[in-house]
């Protein structure tokens, strides 16, 4: 069964600073998302990485994948208040006709002043 | 931009009440899906519905569950008989091509059982 596990869960940063959040799988994968998620909000989709070597970038954050690891990294370069939000990545297991994406615990992210 | 809309916003009932969600997918799109999320935890896959079928269930969607596609454009979620721990907020999602590409999530439904 497919386990995505997030690191850190919670993360309190200073505006400005740079910061790596992690996503780690535990099976054979070549499809991760990212969705960001403010308090009592829906999901929206910030990255949709479908291959080995994925690299995208919107804004301030930068996401890359890397399947052989079976590891995904979100990437904040000076981070500001408007990040402040809980991160999930999402993985598609690859089985054969699903259509099921496998979230991980989502990690909620803090900037502050 | 196209959105997906859920109603309502907020649901309470009693213990053994059946609830049905709401969803409009946006228009063009061909899958769709519902998941949930208990206060403070992950999202949690339940169902996905294709061509007017059931294409994929968690071991959640158990036989208290049931989804609808009635006139083309809803999507119901249906709990027959509710319990307490289907409390939780449940997004519908669809997308034009399956999960290729990326779903696009409604605000959700909190649904809370008494």
């Known amino acids: 069964e497919l386990k995505v596990e997030q690191n850190p869960l919670f993360l309190s940063m200073q505006e400005g600073k740079n910061y790596t959040i992690y996503c780690n799988y535990s099976?054979?994968?070549?499809?991760l998302y990212w969705y960001r998620q403010d308090p009592g909000k829906s999901l929206e989709s910030l990255f949709v990485?479908?291959?080995?070597?994925a690299v995208k970038q919107e804004g301030r954050l930068m996401a890359s994948l890397d399947t052989k690891a079976r590891l995904s990294t979100l990437h904040i370069t000076a981070a500001v208040h408007d990040l402040s939000a809980t991160y999930f990545c999402?993985?598609?297991?690859?089985?054969?006709?699903?259509?099921?994406?496998?979230f991980g615990k989502g990690m909620k992210l803090t900037v502050n002043p | 931009e196209p959105e997906v809309t859920q109603t309502p916003s907020h649901q309470v009932t009693q213990m053994g009440q059946e609830v049905i969600l709401r969803c409009v997918p946006i228009?063009?799109?061909?899958?769709f899906y519902w998941y949930r999320q208990i206060l403070g935890q992950k999202v949690e896959f339940l169902v996905s519905?294709?061509?007017?079928?059931?294409?994929?269930k968690s071991e959640i969607f158990d036989d208290q569950f049931s989804v609808e596609r009635p006139d083309g454009s809803n999507f119901t979620l249906k709990i027959r008989s509710t319990k307490l721990e289907d409390s939780a907020m449940y997004f519908c999602?669809?997308?034009?091509?399956?999960?290729?590409?990326?779903?696009?999530f409604g605000s959700g439904t909190q649904l809370s059982v008494l």
């Open positions: 990485l479908l291959s080995n070597g």
């Open positions: 999402a993985v598609d297991p690859r089985l054969s006709g699903s259509e099921k994406l496998v």
């Open positions: 099976t054979t994968s070549d499809r």
């Open positions: 999602a669809s997308s034009l091509t399956g999960i290729n590409e990326k779903l696009f």
């Open positions: 228009s063009n799109h061909l899958y």
């Open positions: 519905f294709y061509n007017n079928e059931i294409s994929e």
